[in-house]
């Protein structure tokens, strides 16, 4: 092992990462609201399962330092995207609402993963992926899971099929008069707490707010949605905590996981939060907080590359159908629990 070495590693999945950016920009792949996330796991995994074998071992702690170090940071500096003013804005109602679909989500995912034999690492994964933000939260349970790099991809590979899939029916619900109970304010809930990725928010929003000018819905579930994406942080502590208990032996449950970077990823919220709140007016503040939002972008892309690098088709046939399955289920509880919690409960609330 040597650094040039590593620093090979590292450019390989930057030139993919880069390949993976470009394409998210096309217009083809834009309709469909794919991420550049999502197209660095395609390109890897098209790699994996191409010219892998041909990587030199040397080069093989680089590919590692994307999928681990360049995941954490990106994950610290994605808390530039979120501020507690935030929190304060969509109130009490969506608030609650939002606990409640990551608190069961969670919880439903690992019964029903344990009713239908999914190992653990999975289980957790696909669940926290559907419960808070899709890929993100799947690279931010990684760490501390412990997975192997295949389940991770598998993982993410659920949240974004079936995350695609509502951005193109909750328009179509709305058009057809399916959600025609529920106000702008209960739209915006609904779609903000349920969509997997922010991207899938951003898509539906807007496609719904297209009709008959209703802006509101695209802002409101994507502030819904952001906030989801704080609920990482306690999310990540309770799981690190579980895990540690929950070894297979004394020395195994004496060995807690602490995820310094969510206490990071905290207070980079925190730091946004006095940025706006001090120096909102001040004129290099947006194109700052731009440049900070491609980097931790790219970041992000790096290490969902580095997954889909090392996620070949043998790997995906040795996870079976069982993680589909589970986030099948987790799909229909998002869809129509989602749908009476904004009916019933937002009225209630306020």
């Excluded at 959600?179 to 779609?191: A, E, K, R, V």
């Excluded at 929003?205 to 000018?213: D, K, L, Q, R, Y």
Aim: aromatic residues 10%; hydrophobic residues 55%; glycine residues 8%.
């Amino acid at each position: 092992m040597t650094d040039k070495g590593i620093i090979k590693g590292i450019l390989l999945i930057s030139l993919m990462s880069i390949a993976a950016w470009l394409s998210a920009s096309l217009p083809a792949i834009k309709a469909l609201s794919l991420s550049s996330l999502i197209m660095g796991i395609v390109i890897g995994m098209v790699f994996a399962n191409t010219l892998r074998s041909k990587v030199p071992a040397e080069w093989e702690p680089g590919l590692k330092f994307c999928s681990k170090r360049m995941l954490r940071t990106g994950i610290i500096l994605y808390g530039f995207r979120l501020t507690f003013q935030d929190v304060i804005a969509i109130g009490v109602s969506a608030l609650v609402i939002d606990v409640i679909i990551v608190t069961f989500t969670i919880f439903l995912g690992y019964w029903i993963g344990k009713w239908i034999g999914l190992d653990r690492d999975s289980t957790l994964l696909t669940s926290t992926g559907s419960a808070i933000c899709g890929a993100a939260a799947v690279l931010g349970a990684e760490p501390i899971v412990k997975a192997e790099p295949h389940k991770t991809a598998v993982a993410v590979s659920t949240v974004v099929i079936f995350g695609t899939l509502s951005m193109f029916l909750y328009p179509i619900a709305y058009r057809a008069g399916l959600l025609s109970d529920l106000s702008i304010q209960q739209i915006g809930i609904y779609t903000g707490s349920t969509l997997h990725e922010v991207a899938h928010v951003v898509g539906a929003g807007n496609a719904i707010g297209s009709v008959e000018g209703y802006t509101a819905v695209a802002s409101s579930s994507l502030i819904v949605k952001m906030v989801r994406v704080i609920m990482l942080v306690p999310v990540l502590l309770i799981m690190s905590w579980w895990l540690s208990r929950s070894g297979n032996t004394e020395s195994d449950k004496k060995k807690i996981s602490v995820p310094w970077f969510a206490f990071i990823f905290l207070l980079m919220i925190g730091l946004n939060s006095l940025l706006h709140a001090y120096c909102d007016n001040q004129a290099w503040l947006a194109p700052t907080l731009k440049a900070i939002e491609v980097i931790s972008t790219f970041m992000l892309t790096m290490a969902m590359t580095a997954l889909g690098a090392d996620t070949s088709i043998a790997k995906f046939r040795q996870a079976g159908a069982k993680p589909f399955y589970l986030a099948g289920i987790i799909y229909l509880w998002l869809i129509f629990g989602g749908y009476l919690l904004a009916r019933y409960l937002v009225p209630i609330l306020g």
